[in-house]
């Protein structure tokens, strides 16, 4: 199976090379644990190779994600100046009326590009995200997070079915995609998550304290279609954003 390395230092040793190309990979973690930065570098780390990425923002408005993102040394802003990296405000507070289900609104901005979802539906915004793919020849994504949509639904049936719907779409995107998720329980103690069992692949970013000491821990919990470490790794968010130590045990 082809695979698409994330850059990220020691974490496609993990991988095996990468992820699976053309897949929706699910990243679980509690605030804090570095979900934002993991897609982000991933992203970034795609758009050097000369391979455009969309982020899809939920919950905070681009302009902030990339200030969160600063402290990285990324320059997003030039990455989204020269068309390499694209930001899809899907955040409540930007939504606007008026425009047909179909179409997305660019913005022009002081760095770039900004698209809006015209529709603040599911519908709506995996029409949205099929047409700025085709359109700008997408082939990395980051939705970030997806906790926010599935909220609407309160049935589980319907939850289900809406993350089956929005999975499938992102995949026949051609795109290999993540989609965060925000942690409910303890990640020891927890109850395994709707999501988790429809994405076709699962990374856990564990926040552990173990005696009086703070750990970060990377888990693939799986990753379909390739071989894998499913051990939990040391990971840390340093100056140039999260570092693996694949060859380090935990405990």
Not at 138 to 150: F, G, K, L, W, Y
Request: glycine fraction near 10%; include cysteine.
């Amino acid at each position: 199976m082809e695979q698409v390395a994330t850059g990220i230092k020691g974490f496609d040793e993990l991988l095996g090379g990468g992820f699976p190309k053309a897949r929706c990979i699910l990243v679980v973690g509690s605030p804090g644990s570095g979900k934002t930065t993991l897609v982000m570098q991933y992203l970034k780390n795609g758009a050097l190779l000369g391979e455009r990425g969309l982020y899809i923002s939920m919950d905070e408005k681009p302009e902030q994600v990339k200030e969160n993102m600063s402290p990285y040394g990324w320059e997003l802003d030039k990455l989204e100046r020269e068309g390499k990296l694209l930001f899809l405000d899907a955040t409540p507070i930007r939504k606007r009326k008026g425009f047909g289900p179909t179409e997305y609104t660019p913005e022009t901005t002081e760095t770039g590009m900004v698209i809006t979802v015209p529709e603040l539906t599911l519908g709506g915004l995996i029409r949205t995200i099929r047409k700025v793919v085709e359109e700008e020849n997408i082939e990395r994504i980051a939705v970030d997070p997806i906790t926010s949509v599935m909220l609407r639904y309160d049935e589980v049936p319907k939850r289900r079915r809406a993350m089956l719907v929005f999975f499938d779409a992102l995949i026949e995107t051609g795109c290999t995609a993540l989609v965060t998720t925000e942690l409910r329980t303890s990640m020891l103690n927890r109850a395994f998550q709707l999501e988790e069992f429809l994405s076709q692949g699962v990374i856990l970013l564990h926040t552990l304290v173990h005696e009086g000491n703070v750990i970060r821990a990377i888990q693939i919990e799986k990753m379909r279609g390739i071989r894998h470490d499913t051990q939990l790794r040391p990971y840390q968010i340093e100056k140039d954003g999260i570092e693996v130590f694949p060859k380090d045990r935990v405990f």
